[in-house]
């Protein structure tokens, strides 16, 4: 009997003493007081941390703006002005320009060249993207050609389109169209040949046909190869652009940075390589905001990621 009281004395439960007790009451004090502890009884920021917090990109730019300002203009004051002028003299031109109508006239001819041959080129390097990506006949055939027209200069066959096409607008959005397509091309087919493979296969198995895999798992997971591909294409348009209006335009801002470095005027040329600088980071934005739109699941972070 000994034995057994013994074993039900080990296996039974104990009772509490004083100090568990005090323990247990003080975690249940300090668990209350963290349930009860809301949003509301934080410490709010103050007020100067939130503004930053809420326009930091802003602010961010501005500064370098300022920076990149400052460091322009001590350049400047010892440099040839062949090189580099003040940035008074650029506003000086630009006020010019503005007043004669000539920088309105020259920024919507080389805006309606490049925005046509632009999206002409989105239009053509997403379809061939896609068909390269699905179809392994048609990759096979085009791929080595793709790769050796994107890795050529194509600047050097603009005169020949100004040949072909002649002076004006249709040669400008002939050289924009083949400058800008292939990144395009090549990085749809990337985008769509690089979907994970578990994706198709659930898919597959929730008995999902072609049509809807395309759509639903291929184009998707492809978006943000095809905006990469989209954002290059701004920068070799833009490129194209001027060269076409190098050599085949009497109007246009290619034209006039042309003319203004053959008359040694740098203020204007420094003028219209700012005017394009505008619009290619305008259109950048614009695929920015495209991408948010048609990807929201995507990491809207430009940064900062540690």
Not at 218 to 246: C, D, H, K, N, Q
């Amino acid at each position: 009997m000994d034995k057994v009281e013994a074993m039900e004395r080990a296996t039974a439960p104990t009772a509490p003493d004083a100090a568990d007790r005090g323990a247990r009451a003080d975690f249940g004090d300090q668990a209350d007081r963290a349930a009860g502890a809301g949003p509301a009884s934080r410490p709010r920021s103050p007020a100067l941390v939130r503004f930053y917090r809420r326009y930091a990109t802003v602010l961010h730019t501005i500064c370098t703006l300022i920076l990149g300002a400052v460091i322009w203009q001590v350049v400047a004051w010892h440099s040839s002005k062949l090189v580099l002028v003040p940035l008074g003299d650029i506003l000086h031109a630009f006020t010019a320009s503005i007043r004669s109508g000539q920088l309105g006239t020259d920024a919507a001819a080389s805006l309606q060249g490049f925005a046509e041959g632009f999206v002409l080129a989105a239009a053509a390097g997403i379809a061939v993207g896609v068909l390269m990506a699905v179809n392994r006949v048609i990759f096979d055939f085009l791929d080595p050609w793709m790769s050796a027209l994107y890795s050529t200069p194509l600047i050097a066959l603009a005169p020949l389109f100004i040949i072909t096409f002649g002076i004006g607008m249709t040669s400008r959005i002939a050289v924009v169209l083949t400058m800008a397509f292939f990144p395009i091309a090549l990085n749809t087919t990337a985008g769509i040949r690089m979907t994970d493979a578990n994706l198709i296969e659930t898919a597959h198995s929730y008995g999902a046909n072609k049509f809807q895999i395309f759509r639903k798992v291929l184009l998707p997971s492809a978006v943000p190869f095809i905006v990469t591909g989209l954002r290059l294409a701004v920068g070799r348009g833009l490129m194209g652009v001027v060269v076409a209006e190098f050599f085949g335009s009497t109007t246009g801002l290619g034209h006039t940075v042309f003319t203004a470095s053959q008359n040694f005027a740098t203020a204007d040329v420094w003028l219209g390589v700012f005017v394009l600088a505008v619009i290619g980071v305008v259109f950048i934005r614009i695929m920015h905001i495209i991408e948010k739109k048609i990807a929201p699941w995507r990491n809207s972070r430009q940064g900062g990621i540690l």
